[in-house]
């Protein structure tokens, strides 16, 4: 059985097209970051110096017509790949109510039309709204009181990303919130806080799915396995980012069992593509049978085919 190929995990606001960004930056008369021509000339950057590439393309982000094209350039890559799916994250909360620069129907609109445009070329695609975690969990109150009022039904999950400064603990009220309401529970853990961080979203978070977890440690992993928590695994991205975690542990996380997938995080940052994570995998010695069960978990575990 061939599975979908799927990019289970990408930002909206990290996903524009290079070529996009430079032409609004042109015509709004600013200029470019250097971490984002660092970023995309293929260097690797402080984690302070991503968010200053990540927030400058956010900006941009103040129109209907800019969020339906940050998702259509998130369809275009993919599909360009074979691709048939995305798993998209958003926070409409730092766009809408934390910056101010567009309306939240405006957000949710752009988001309907690029995903709407998306399914009409047979890629399908939801939304997993976006806290930050080291804003606290009083802002991921504040976030959900922004959206679960008049939910749109593409949104199928929640999740904290960010730097990993609040214990998932705290968090744990805010991850139950949004249970409730009918959402799934993911959680940027072990990317730039420690390995601890995974187990802690699992055990006391009760988070469904892990972003990153790349510093986990061996128990941690048998944890994951035996629960069957998905992890999404963003190799361009965990090496621009974690360049310190060396060799990359996904050979040992999909060897001990982890349902390990691949995502492309910030693709417009950061660039790659499912074709280039593949290969990034196939480089950690890898063989066929292991990129068949990366592309098997990656359609099985994502939201957006659920």
């Known amino acids: 059985m061939i599975h979908p190929l799927v990019d289970r995990h990408t930002h909206l606001e990290g996903a524009l097209d290079p070529a996009w960004v430079r032409a609004e930056a042109e015509r709004r008369g600013l200029a470019l970051p250097d971490p984002l021509e660092a970023l995309w000339s293929g260097a690797s950057v402080p984690f302070e110096g991503f968010i200053e590439a990540f927030l400058f393309g956010a900006a941009l982000l103040d129109s209907r017509e800019a969020v339906r094209a940050a998702v259509g350039a998130v369809a275009g890559r993919t599909r360009a790949c074979g691709g048939s799916g995305f798993d998209l994250w958003a926070s409409p909360h730092f766009l809408v109510a934390h910056r101010g620069q567009i309306s939240l129907d405006a957000f949710w609109r752009g988001l309907e039309d690029g995903l709407a445009e998306a399914a009409a070329q047979g890629v399908r695609g939801c939304v997993v709204v976006d806290a930050v975690n080291h804003f606290g969990p009083k802002h991921g109150h504040s976030v959900l ?101 060396v060799p990359h542990p996904l050979p040992r996380m999909l060897a001990a069992g982890v349902r390990c997938a691949l995502g492309t995080d910030d693709p417009g940052v950061a660039p790659c593509d499912l074709g280039t994570e593949a290969a990034a995998a196939r480089a950690m010695g890898l063989d066929a049978t292991a990129l068949e069960t990366l592309r098997r978990n990656g359609a099985e575990d994502a939201w957006c085919l659920a």
């Open 145 to 245: 009181n922004l959206v679960l009022p008049e939910l749109p039904p593409f949104v199928k999950g929640f999740s904290t990303g960010g730097l990993e400064g609040t214990p998932f603990r705290d968090w744990a009220p805010v991850f139950e919130r949004a249970r409730s309401a009918g959402l799934r529970i993911a959680a940027h853990a072990g990317e730039n806080g420690p390995g601890s961080n995974v187990r802690e979203a699992v055990l006391e978070g009760g988070v469904a799915r892990i972003v990153h977890g790349i510093r986990a440690d061996g128990a941690t992993l048998e944890l994951l396995a035996e629960r069957g928590i998905s992890v999404d695994i963003c190799p361009t991205s965990n090496r621009a980012l974690a360049a310190d975690v």
